[in-house]
C-alpha cells in the first residue's frame, strides 16, 4: 500500500455511521519502520485501528481518534530529500510503501522506489540511504566508531506543542516567503517545515 493511496481519504466510523475526520498525513515508530498513526486533522488514530478500503479509511468508532500523540511517535519521512550516502540527492521523498503489516518497504523518489533496509539514518531535515547491503555496513562501521551528531527524530514532548491540525505541513516545502506582523522574514521560500518553524 502506498500512503498516497490513503492521504485525504475520509476517515468512516462504522458504528456511527459518520466521517470523523480525513487522512491529512502520518507518524511512524522511532526508528521509522513502521506506519504508527494516522493524522486526522482534529488528532491521531493507531494505524493498527484503522482498515483501508476502496473509498475510506475505516474506523469501529469515533473514539478510536485520540487528541493525544501515540508515544514512540516519529514525524513521517515525506517530502523530505532522500541523500545517497556519497552525498548525491534522488529529489523528495513523494510517497512510502508499506506492506500488509505496515512496516515501511520502500521510499518513492525521483520516480524510484528505494528499499527502506538501505537507510543509513534519517532526520528531521533528511534520509540517507546506501547504494548496497556492504556499503551501509561499512557506513554504520565508520559512524559507530565516531560520535554521531546526526539530529534524532523530535522527542514526544516537543511534537506534543505542534497541534496536530499543523503537523501535516512538516517536511513540506514553502512555497513563498512568510513574514511576521513586523514584517520580518521568518520563514525563506523553498525551506523545508520543520517542527521549529511551526513552534
Known amino acids: 500500500m502506498k500512503f498516497s493511496e490513503i492521504l485525504d481519504k475520509p476517515l468512516l466510523s462504522l458504528s456511527e455511521g459518520s466521517v470523523v475526520g480525513k487522512v491529512r498525513g502520518c507518524l511512524l515508530n522511532e526508528d521509522k519502520t513502521r506506519l504508527l498513526a494516522l493524522d486526522t486533522g482534529d488528532g491521531w488514530v493507531l494505524a493498527k485501528d484503522a482498515q483501508v478500503g476502496e473509498s475510506a479509511v475505516l474506523v469501529k468508532s469515533a473514539d478510536a481518534v485520540s487528541p493525544e500523540l501515540p508515544a514512540g511517535a516519529a514525524m513521517s519521512p515525506l517530502y523530505l530529500d532522500l541523500f545517497g550516502s556519497d552525498g548525491s540527492l534522488s529529489g523528495p521523498i513523494t510517497d512510502l510503501v508499506f506492506d500488509e503489516k505496515l512496516s515501511l518497504t520502500h521510499f518513492v523518489a525521483g520516480g524510484a522506489e528505494v528499499p527502506r533496509n538501505l537507510m543509513l539514518s534519517a532526520g528531521e531535515n533528511a534520509v540517507v540511504v546506501c547504494p548496497d547491503e556492504d556499503t551501509l555496513k561499512k557506513e554504520r562501521r565508520r559512524l559507530s566508531a565516531a560520535k554521531r551528531k ?40 523553498n525551506s523545508v517545515v520543520s517542527l521549529h518553524t511551526l513552534q
Open 150 to 189: 546526526a539530529s534524532a527524530p523530535p522527542a514526544v514532548s516537543d511534537v506534543e506543542k505542534v497541534s496536530s491540525t499543523f503537523s501535516y505541513l512538516i517536511g513540506r516545502k514553502v512555497a513563498a516567503d512568510i513574514f511576521n506582523q513586523r514584517g520580518e522574514k521568518i520563514v525563506r521560500k
